[in-house]
């Protein structure tokens, strides 16, 4: 076989409430979810695995744009496949039906579950208790927003036993239930630890981040749109889960100042200078810009 190796565990699923879809994988493989995860908006996800063909990723979310169900699709892809034996995919599309496919030559421990809305497969993993924890970890996670789920599902398979050779890399993708009109709108969350020694603490630490800056987007519109009260409502949301970062420190105190609160605005700003002198002269330039609406004279004060 020529294809690159990615023995692994994934999980393709689909929010029930929201209809967004997902695409969670762990590997020791390097950069795993560049040619396992698959989405798009609106139609459906593909994780593609074990001897990878990444064809099936493309190929099989054009099937189901056209309007094939998973299982067609992945019927479909699997007879002109010469190497379906060793392959291990899984389709779910937007109506949250499921097609997995696990073959005879993929290595043990190997096994899929598919139901409504989410599809589970791992090979080469340590033991055959990996696929019952994922199922077992999505079912009992409903409540929790979809990338959080599937972050439970991976962390369920690794604590299970994982891959027999141990972890190096993990992606995690979720696209939106509707088609979008631009390509950079396809992924609502997109992320890949590709080398890491716990690329599933990391991806947790990255998905923590991604939703910290979820508020900063929110805010930096409420900005565009003079709208201060919502912007410090969600760059304080941001801050919040990142507190360490500078960024949402400075956006806040931004957004206080704007606000008439200079008194609130001040410590955060000098704490802000002080670790790094930089923002100081960057406060100086958001006036010209209309993003920084404070007089001349406080403006002075703050950076002088």
Not at 82 to 105: I, M, P, S
Not at 175 to 192: F, M, S, T
Request: hydrophobic share 45%.
């Amino acid at each position: 076989m020529k294809d690159p190796f990615a023995h692994t565990y994934s999980i393709v699923a689909r929010d029930a409430k929201t209809g967004e879809m997902a695409v969670g994988v762990q590997s020791h493989w390097f950069s795993v979810g560049s040619i396992v995860s698959w989405g798009k908006a609106g139609v459906g996800v593909v994780a593609t695995q074990s001897f990878v063909n990444p064809a099936y990723g493309p190929n099989g979310l054009k099937l189901m744009e056209q309007g094939l169900a998973p299982a067609e699709a992945l019927t479909i892809l699997l007879a002109l496949d010469e190497g379906k034996a060793y392959r291990q995919v899984a389709f779910l599309n937007a109506n949250g039906e499921t097609a997995v496919h696990t073959g005879e030559k993929c290595v043990e421990a190997a096994g899929d579950f598919a139901a409504e809305n989410f599809s589970v497969q791992a090979n080469m993993m340590l033991n055959d208790k990996v696929v019952p924890a994922m199922k077992k970890a999505f079912l009992e996670h409903e409540n929790l927003p979809l990338a959080e789920r599937v972050l439970k599902v991976l962390q369920a398979a690794e604590a299970a036993g994982g891959d027999i050779r141990g972890k190096q890399s993990a992606a995690l993708i979720v696209v939106g239930a509707e088609e979008v009109e631009h390509p950079w709108e396809e992924k609502k969350i997109d992320l890949r630890v590709d080398d890491h020694a716990e690329p599933l603490v990391e991806l947790e630490r990255l998905l923590k981040v991604a939703r910290a800056y979820e508020f900063m987007n929110r805010g930096d519109l409420a900005m565009e749109a003079a709208n201060v009260e919502k912007a410090l409502e969600e760059y304080g949301g941001a801050m919040e889960l990142f507190p360490e970062n500078l960024e949402m420190k400075y956006w806040t105190a931004v957004a206080l100042a704007n606000s008439g609160r200079m008194d609130e605005a001040k410590p955060l700003f000098e704490a802000i200078f002080k670790a790094d002198p930089n923002w100081k002269e960057m406060t100086r330039r958001l006036p010209a810009s209309g993003l920084l609406n404070i007089s001349k004279k406080e403006l002075e004060e703050l950076t002088k």
